[in-house]
């Protein structure tokens, strides 16, 4: 299978990282809608939020502690952020690579579009 985002976590495909461990990176996005947008994933792959199971509990918790933790790193925990995780088409999910959007840097809409 020819994935991009494993592709960046098996740095086959260049990535501007901004944390990595064993089980998770953090990387701009290539295309950001925000001052600050950065995705998180699992090097493991994982299609999407309905491809997680029991066992990937912690790993998801992880994720997210990240997340908060780059928001810091990226001086947008103290104005906001959001997290978003997009899941098949009419959410928008167009990577098939579970990630989690971490957006800020500016004023959100809210409803999302
Ligand atoms: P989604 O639409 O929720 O699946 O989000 C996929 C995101 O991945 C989009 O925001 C893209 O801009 C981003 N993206 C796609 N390819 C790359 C890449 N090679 N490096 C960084 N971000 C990427
Ligand atoms: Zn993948």
């Known amino acids: 299978m020819d994935c991009v985002f494993c592709r960046i976590s098996q740095d ?16 701009h996005d290539i295309n950001p809608q925000a001052p600050v947008h950065v995705l998180i994933i699992s090097r493991r792959h994982l299609t999407n939020l309905l491809d997680v199971n029991s066992q990937d509990e912690s790993l998801i918790g992880r994720m997210l502690v990240v997340a908060t933790q780059v928001a810091k790193k990226l001086n947008v925990s103290e104005t906001g952020f959001r997290i978003v995780i997009n899941t098949n088409k009419d959410a928008g999910q167009s990577i098939d690579h579970l990630h989690i959007h971490l957006l800020g840097g500016r ?4 409803p999302p579009g």
């Open 12 to 27: 086959k495909t260049p990535a501007k990282k901004i944390y990595q461990d064993n089980d998770i990176i953090a990387f």
């Open 107 to 110: 004023k959100m809409q809210w």
